[in-house]
């Protein structure tokens, strides 16, 4: 997941939360009183303590003195967006959700483009799931489907996050 801050008058900022080390999950747990689980709901569901807590973590590291009442943003300054293995992730669970109905499936399609944080990589997200895995030739010569092996998603819903908090 990536948190998109645009602080008022000021440039976008994107803080990836989907990598975060163990003591930065442990400090936002605290400063939060939930644990990392819920959090990462948070983030689903546009919560704005979640998007805050986890904004305020990651801007840290180039602001350690930065305390947490004094990174107050207005709640339309942070976005939830998907980052490219999330965006084909979702994809995949939205198609075998909604797949049998076309309706549903535009809609769901609809959610993903707003979500995704690179609207190209939605498209061919969407792309790969309705005109099947792209193919590759391998050394041999063969043809063999591509796939993909990560998912270290920091969510397990196969809806896409929230985008705004409005």
């Known amino acids: 997941m990536i948190i998109v801050y645009t602080p008022e008058g000021g440039e976008p900022e994107r803080l990836d939360v ?75 669970e939205m198609f075998a959700r909604y797949g049998h109905d076309p309706k549903e499936l535009a809609g769901a399609w609809d959610e993903l483009r707003e979500a995704a944080e690179d609207p190209a990589i939605a498209e061919a997200a969407i792309k790969e799931q309705t005109d099947g895995p792209k193919a590759e030739v391998s050394s041999s010569g063969s043809v063999t489907p591509e796939t993909s092996t990560s998912d270290s998603s920091p969510s397990t819903s196969a809806t896409p996050p929230t985008t705004s908090t409005a």
Do not use: C
């Not at 999950?25 to 939930?34: M, T, V």
């Not at 689903?44 to 943003?73: C, E, H, Q, Y």
């Open 18 to 92: 989907g990598r975060l080390r163990a003591s930065e999950i442990q400090i936002a747990e605290s400063n939060s009183d939930r644990p990392w689980d819920q959090l990462k709901g948070g983030l689903v569901d546009g919560d704005v303590t979640a998007m805050r807590v986890l904004a305020w973590v990651i801007k840290k590291r180039s602001n350690p003195t930065l305390r947490l009442s004094a990174f107050d943003p207005f709640e339309d300054e942070l976005k939830v967006r998907l980052d490219a293995r999330e965006t084909h992730r979702y994809a995949g």
